[in-house]
């Protein structure tokens, strides 16, 4: 597990199995070709330290971890693509 940023062309998403908008999120990534590796911030101390400090010291998800170092908290599919330069 790994809260640097990922490379190029993908992202990286925190999340829970119990999260909708991280199931709906996954769905667009696939639908669209874009490559993203999950990382469970119930399974994941490190991770859900970065989603609480990337988020006011709140555990929202999914939180996504771009190549640039930003973040976003529940990023549309067009904020993802944008960010990504697709």
Same mark, same amino acid.
């Given at each position: 597990? !790994?809260?640097q940023a990922p490379d190029a062309g993908? +992202?990286?998403?925190? !999340?829970t199995t119990w999260c909708g908008y991280c199931r709906?999120?996954?769905?667009?990534?696939d !639908? *669209? $070709? +874009? *490559?993203?590796t999950e990382v469970n911030i119930e399974e994941h101390p490190d991770a859900a330290a970065f989603v609480e400090k *990337? =988020? $006011?010291g =709140?555990?929202?998800?999914?939180?996504?971890l771009f190549p640039d170092g930003t973040s976003a908290t529940n990023p549309s599919l067009a904020e993802v693509r944008s960010r990504l330069g697709l």
């Open positions: 597990m !790994s809260t993908t +992202i990286t998403m925190y !999340s709906r999120l996954k769905t667009q990534l !639908s *669209a $070709g +874009i *490559a993203y *990337a =988020n $006011g =709140n555990q929202t998800v999914p939180t996504v």
